[in-house]
């Protein structure tokens, strides 16, 4: 038997999951609508699992989480919740938090996540993954330093005039070359310092020192 303590603030909520997890006979739910209840319970009464609401009143997920495993370090406890969790990733993960499960999900995902969690597999769901993954690649691009990038003389005027707003056409006219030359040599910028518009490319040259804006 599983044995599962869920905590949330909203009653209907933690009934109606209580009811979809107890379809199978190996998982048994208790249910308490604050951090409070459930500290307290935990004192009296041994859980495999603690579904873990992410905004209550009061102490919240996070802090719950935290409080919990610095209890028992061994404690599995998963956040269940609707809201977007993206911002409170990293803070979660030091908590030592087991996973992450949408209130949206299925039964069956559901009881194949809790089932992932006692073997000890991480649980995160597909859009948090991908979330995750275009966050890092944003990183990747803030940590760029000037050895990383192979900007020319050429290059370096081009992004000093695009600094001040001029258009492709009036740079095409003051550089003597076509539009389209211009549009070439700013995608090849765009690539060097990966980034995808104008304002990515200046904020990104000024950073580099490639750049200052205090000038325009």
Known sequence: MIRILLV????????GTKTMIEQDPDMEVSVVLSAIEALELIQTKSF??????????????????KRLI???????????TGYEI???????????????????ISREQLHNAIRCAMR?????????????RRNEIK???????????????KEQ??????A???SNKELAAMLHVSQRNVEYQLSKIFEKLSVRSRSEAIKEAQRLGLISLEQY
Do not use: W
């Open 8 to 15: 949330d603030d909203h009653p209907s909520v933690g009934e």
């Open 48 to 65: 495999d699992l603690i579904l873990c609401d992410l905004n209550m009143p009061g102490i919240s997920g996070l802090e719950l989480t």
């Open 70 to 80: 610095q209890q028992d370090a061994e404690r599995k406890v998963i956040i269940y």
């Open 86 to 104: 993206g911002t409170h990733f990293n803070l979660l993960i030091e908590s030592g938090v087991s996973g992450f499960i949408s209130k949206t």
């Open 120 to 132: 000890g597999d991480a649980v995160i769901p597909i859009s948090l993954l991908k979330q995750l």
């Open 139 to 153: 990183l990747e691009r803030q940590e760029l330093s000037i050895e990383d990038v192979s900007i020319n003389e």
């Open 157 to 162: 005027t081009i992004l000093h005039e695009v």
């Open 164 to 166: 001040t707003g001029i």
